[in-house]
Antibody
Framework: QVQLQESGPGLVKPSETLSLTCSVS????????WSWLRQPPGRGLEWIAY???????NYNPSLKSRGTISIDTSNSQFSLKLTSVTAADTAVYYC?????????WGQGTLVTVSS | QSALTQPASVSGSPGQSITISCIGT?????????VSWYQQLPGRAPKLMIY???NRPSGVSNRFSGSKSGNTASLTISGLQAEDEADYYC??????????FGTGTKVTVL
């Protein structure tokens, strides 16, 4: 069973860059797609982006090109950077395996955008 | 891309069957067989219950089933149990090569 764990700052200032990393264990990162999703407090889920182990990526158009997803297969990690954050980016951020349907999820990490 | 439309809440008594609808458009639910469903308990990460409209991952109870007709996907929970009380979300691939979630449905077991 693949396990995922998010890590990164829990507080980011407005206009700065949010950076998160997902560590994958219990399976190979080199045979699948990997995704980031988020859920604002009390609200629904939103897909952010996915990356294939060969580097192919796809992003939610609603991010307006603020997001960058990358993968480090040697360390079994993939990452998300989101630039120019605002309060609207405050959410629990999840990393997950797959693209389109997500079989394994991290526990989620709350990122608050506030000065 | 607008969120798929789900009822805010659905309730049922133990042992009953309930169905949660997920209404999309011909650009998402109606266009592909790529609808998935997730169960989310309070404070927990979502759990995959159904993928590709009607497929159940290993370990998911066969009381959960999925279907699709036109632009509407549905999740049916049969033999409702107290442990099924949770939020449920649908998700679909879209013609914009993107993915959209539903608005979410709170299931209450009476």
């Amino acid at each position: 069973q693949v396990q995922l764990q998010e890590s990164g700052p829990g507080l980011v200032k407005p206009s700065e860059t949010l950076s998160l990393t997902c560590s994958v264990s219990g399976g190979s990162i080199s045979n699948s797609y990997w995704s980031w999703l988020r859920q604002p407090p009390g609200r629904g889920l939103e897909w952010i982006a996915y990356i294939h182990y060969d580097g192919r990526t796809n992003y939610n158009p609603s991010l307006k090109s603020r997001g960058t997803i990358s993968i480090d297969t040697s360390n079994s990690q993939f990452s998300l950077k989101l630039t120019s954050v605002t309060a609207a980016d405050t959410a629990v951020y999840y990393c997950a395996s797959g693209a389109g349907w997500y079989a394994n999820w991290g526990q989620g990490t709350l990122v608050t955008v506030s000065s | 891309q607008s969120a798929l439309t789900q009822p805010a809440s659905v309730s049922g008594s133990p042992g009953q069957s309930i169905t949660i609808s997920c209404i999309g458009t011909s650009s998402d639910v109606g266009a592909f067989g790529y609808v998935s469903w997730y169960q989310q308990l309070p404070g927990r990460a979502p759990k995959l219950m159904i993928y590709d409209v009607s497929n159940r991952p290993s370990g998911v109870s066969n009381r959960f089933s999925g279907s699709k007709s036109g632009n509407t996907a549905s999740l049916t929970i049969s033999g409702l149990q107290a442990e099924d009380e949770a939020d449920y979300y649908c998700n679909s691939y879209t013609t914009s090569n993107s993915y959209v979630f539903g608005t979410g449905t709170k299931v209450t077991v009476l």
